[in-house]
């Protein structure tokens, strides 16, 4: 009876292979076969979207506002107090209380108060020596005064005497000495008069001095003030290049001078971005970008085009670029000056056109072209030396296809021509899209892994009747034995 059992299971076992036909076998035989299999490929269908034309650029962090502190006074340096990343304030005299602005640098001062000092007392000596002036030019004006009166007195006596001679009154010798009298007294007064305006014209060079004194003493002041350096701006100190004790200079036509220290305005903070002069056309202030720092690989911070510079930088390999201002808006996080990041600029906007991912759009030399593909070539593309392609997936071949592009992001590019919405296009992977050759059998991936999940699920069941077998065949045995 047990025998008879065996015997159906064995029958049922026997049928149901049957009824799978040469499955099995193929399948066993398709694993170990060397039989060419199509190339697993990523395909996607052609759709109408809409695509943000970019401009990138490298960049670094700054301050929006930042001011590089130099010397106005060659001295040495004798207080920094205030340490990198420290606050600090312009100061507010309308404040109640004033504040008062915070001091950055104090140079030493010793010359400089010397040569004040030694001003001053110029200018004091010239000052006295003005008082001594005026007194003099006073004495002399009194003095002419009185000439004058006694002057005109001796005219009056000389024209008495004149008329006393025409009455013979008195002789010639009298009117004579009368006359003479005037001319002495007359020379007197003249020489008087040029003394005091000899005088006064030195008082004026005496007083012009005078001002110039003053003028080297607000000039030996102002020299002095330069010593306390303090902050123009409220921000933050970022970076300090010299050292208590380090002379530093003044700058000049050829030499910029000592850059003692720069604070910035951390509240707001922009990058300055090298754009390629061949993308600089497209640029307009207040267009949208993205930024992407190094620090934060993961996140994107909005920013703005807030200035363009009118002016072109060269770059270490010959590139020329121009330097163009991206605003922050509102970062999440504590950005530092001087990080590396990367721009992307929204330049424009491209709606209802036909976008494909970048890198399914390849390059082929026009001569590699099937000739039946070249032939449909305008004579335009034809005397090019690459054609813009893509694959087309069509009945499991590639079928490699020119195209017309426009503008194009990161990821996807416009096509214009060559391929209608909704057809299948090869767009990936990169590795077998640069090695895809025209009608080359490939398959999708997605088809293949169904398939694959089907030839898994028959394997299975497979094995599972012969461990059926298996089991029905052992218990025989024993009863054999």
């Given at each position: ?38 190339t697993?490929?990523?395909?996607e ?20 506002t930042?001011v ?19 606050t ?35 200018r ?29 007195k ?37 020489g ?7 005088a ?38 970022t ?6 004790g ?6 000049m036509?050829?030499?910029p ?14 990058v300055v ?28 911070f ?14 270490t ?14 970062p999440?996080?504590q950005?530092?000056?001087g990080?590396t990041?990367?721009?992307d ?12 991912p ?5 390059g082929?030399?026009?001569d590699?072209?099937?000739i039946?593909i ?20 069509i ?6 296809t020119p ?13 214009e ?12 992977p ?28 028959a ?5 599972s ?10 218990p ?6």
């Amino acid at each position: 009876m047990r025998s008879a059992r065996v015997l159906v299971i064995l029958l049922v076992i026997v049928l149901v292979l049957g009824a799978l036909g040469g499955g099995g076998f193929v399948l066993f035989r398709g694993r170990g076969g060397t039989a060419n299999k199509a190339t697993i490929v990523r395909v996607e269908e052609a759709q109408i979207g809409e695509l943000i034309e970019i401009v990138s650029a490298p960049g670094e962090i700054e301050p929006k506002t930042k001011v590089e502190i130099s010397a106005k006074a060659s001295a040495r340096v004798v207080e920094l107090p205030h340490p990198e990343g420290a606050t600090v304030t312009k100061g507010d005299p309308d404040a109640d209380p004033p504040i008062p602005p915070s001091v950055l640098v104090r140079l030493d001062s010793k010359d400089l108060e010397s040569r004040l000092l030694s001003a001053q007392a110029s200018r004091a000596a010239q000052a006295a020596q003005i008082e001594v002036e005026r007194a003099r030019i006073s004495s002399q004006a009194a003095n002419l005064m009185a000439q004058e009166a006694t002057v005109e007195k001796a005219r009056r006596d000389y024209e008495r005497q004149c008329a006393l001679l025409r009455t013979n009154d008195v002789s010639q010798v009298s009117c004579d000495d009368a006359r003479f009298r005037v001319e002495e007294l007359e020379a007197q007064l003249e020489g008087a008069r040029h003394t005091l305006e000899a005088a006064r014209l030195n008082l004026k060079v005496l007083e012009h001095n005078l001002e110039v004194a003053d003028e080297g003493i607000a000039q030996a002041k102002e020299a002095l003030s330069y010593t306390t350096i303090t902050s123009p701006i409220d921000g933050v100190v970022t970076r300090i290049n010299a050292e208590v004790g380090e002379m530093v200079v003044t700058g000049m036509m050829n030499n910029p001078g000592t850059k003692i220290l720069e604070v910035g305005d951390l509240s707001e903070m922009l990058v300055v971005a090298q754009v390629d002069e061949s993308d600089v056309g497209k640029l307009r202030v207040g267009q949208k970008a993205q930024v992407h720092i190094q620090a934060w690989p993961d996140k994107v911070f909005p920013g703005k085009v807030r200035a363009i510079a009118l002016s072109q930088d060269v770059g270490t390999q010959g590139a020329k670029y121009y330097e163009t201002e991206v605003l922050l808006v509102d970062p999440s996080e504590q950005i530092f000056t001087g990080m590396t990041a990367d721009v992307d600029i929204e330049v424009a906007e491209h709606r209802d056109v036909l976008v494909l991912p970048s890198q399914a759009v390849l390059g082929r030399e026009v001569d590699s072209l099937p000739i039946e593909i070249r032939d449909r070539l305008s004579e335009e593309d034809r005397s090019k030396t690459f054609a813009t392609v893509v694959y087309r997936y069509i009945d499991g071949k590639a079928v490699i296809t020119p195209v017309r592009i426009g503008a194009s992001n990161a990821t996807h590019t416009i096509v214009e021509s060559g391929i209608a919405p909704g057809e299948k296009i090869v767009v990936g992977p990169f590795k077998e899209l640069e090695k895809l050759a025209h009608d080359q059998a490939i398959k999708d991936e997605r088809e293949a892994k169904v398939e694959d999940d089907a030839k898994k699920k028959a394997e299975k069941a497979q094995a599972s009747d012969f461990n059926d077998v298996n089991d029905v065949q052992r218990p025989s045995d024993a009863n054999a034995a």
